[in-house]
């Protein structure tokens, strides 16, 4: 039940969790969490993501969705 895409998308931007983690704003084990899909994440990690990345509304919710949905 991973997040493939949100995966990616930090590799993409030659980060480790703990430094996607910080710039988003939140811890690395919450971040890893989120991206290994035991964690959903609350609406407010999303926007900070959102935001910290410029993400487009249309891209985040392939970041969102997990590999089974």
């Given at each position: 039940?991973?997040?493939?895409?949100l995966?990616?998308?930090?590799?993409a931007?030659?980060l480790?969790?703990?430094?996607?983690?910080?710039?988003?704003?939140c811890?690395?084990?919450?971040?890893?969490g989120i991206?290994c899909g035991k964690?959903?994440?609350?609406k407010?990690?999303w926007?900070?993501?959102?935001?910290?990345?410029?993400?487009?509304?249309?891209?985040l919710w392939?970041l969102?969705?997990t590999?089974e949905e």
């Amino acid at each position: 039940m991973e997040r493939t895409n949100l995966k990616l998308f930090r590799v993409a931007h030659k980060l480790s969790q703990e430094k996607m983690a910080d710039k988003i704003g939140c811890s690395r084990a919450c971040y890893a969490g989120i991206e290994c899909g035991k964690r959903t994440g609350r609406k407010d990690f999303w926007i900070k993501l959102q935001k910290a990345f410029d993400v487009p509304d249309s891209d985040l919710w392939g970041l969102m969705k997990t590999d089974e949905e």
